[in-house]
């Protein structure tokens, strides 16, 4: 039971979205561009990676399986495969270029200022561009922010992993920008 009374019983962020629409509206727009976003050379799947990975980090429950299941769903790979790179950063799946962001993604969860130029260089020298890493640090950033939104206010959220598999495609052809929070 969340910490205060949301007037609905939907999970996590879903439930706080249909307790203020008004601030749910800006939220949703963020992540659309964030990680759907079309113009960008990160992937829909690296950019859910991203978010799954800080999620992951800062232990919201809600979040890294939404978005994992998300980022599974766009790189066609398991749960397990997803679980093995939120576990260290890295695997066989993800690109040298990747590794870095997702190092780069690390640090930020722990405080902006522990991104340094070292981590910032080896992204670049893995192929990096620059607006790759200025996603990557405002995606971490954010997913710091809804995490923190979702488990500060003491939402729940589904144990059962198949849960989040089986909403994963639609939120993938659907979106972020809901009318209908219900789903």
């Given at each position: 039971?969340?910490?205060?009374?949301?007037?609905?019983?939907?999970?996590?962020?879903?439930?706080?979205?249909?307790?203020?629409?008004?601030?749910?509206?800006?939220?949703?727009?963020?992540?659309?561009?964030?990680?759907?976003d079309?113009?960008?050379?990160?992937t829909?799947?690296?950019?859910?990676?991203?978010?799954?990975?800080?999620?992951?980090?800062?232990?919201?429950?809600?979040?890294?399986?939404?978005?994992?299941?998300?980022?599974?769903?766009?790189?066609?790979c398991?749960?397990?495969?997803i679980?093995?790179?939120?576990?260290?950063?890295?695997?066989?799946?993800?690109?040298?270029?990747?590794?870095a962001?997702?190092a780069?993604?690390?640090?930020?969860?722990?405080?902006?200022?522990?991104?340094?130029?070292?981590?910032?260089?080896?992204?670049?020298?893995?192929?990096?561009?620059?607006?790759?890493?200025?996603?990557?640090?405002?995606?971490?950033?954010?997913?710091?922010?809804?995490?923190?939104?979702?488990?500060?206010l003491?939402?729940?959220a589904?144990?059962?992993?198949?849960?989040?598999?089986?909403?994963?495609?639609?939120?993938?052809?659907?979106?972020?920008?809901?009318?209908?929070?219900?789903?």
């Amino acid at each position: 039971m969340a910490h205060i009374d949301l007037q609905n019983d939907l999970p996590g962020i879903r439930g706080l979205m249909a307790y203020r629409p008004e601030t749910a509206a800006h939220l949703n727009a963020l992540a659309e561009i964030l990680l759907r976003d079309d113009d960008n050379t990160l992937t829909r799947g690296e950019r859910e990676l991203i978010g799954t990975y800080v999620s992951y980090l800062n232990d919201c429950h809600f979040c890294q399986q939404v978005h994992g299941a998300l980022a599974g769903h766009y790189f066609e790979c398991s749960v397990e495969e997803i679980d093995a790179i939120k576990s260290n950063g890295t695997s066989d799946m993800v690109s040298p270029k990747m590794t870095a962001l997702l190092a780069i993604a690390a640090k930020v969860q722990q405080g902006g200022k522990q991104v340094t130029s070292g981590l910032v260089d080896k992204a670049r020298e893995a192929g990096a561009s620059d607006r790759e890493i200025h996603d990557t640090v405002l995606i971490s950033a954010s997913f710091c922010m809804f995490n923190r939104y979702v488990d500060g206010l003491g939402t729940w959220a589904p144990e059962d992993r198949q849960f989040y598999l089986n909403r994963a495609p639609q939120r993938a052809k659907e979106g972020y920008l809901m009318t209908d929070l219900k789903k």
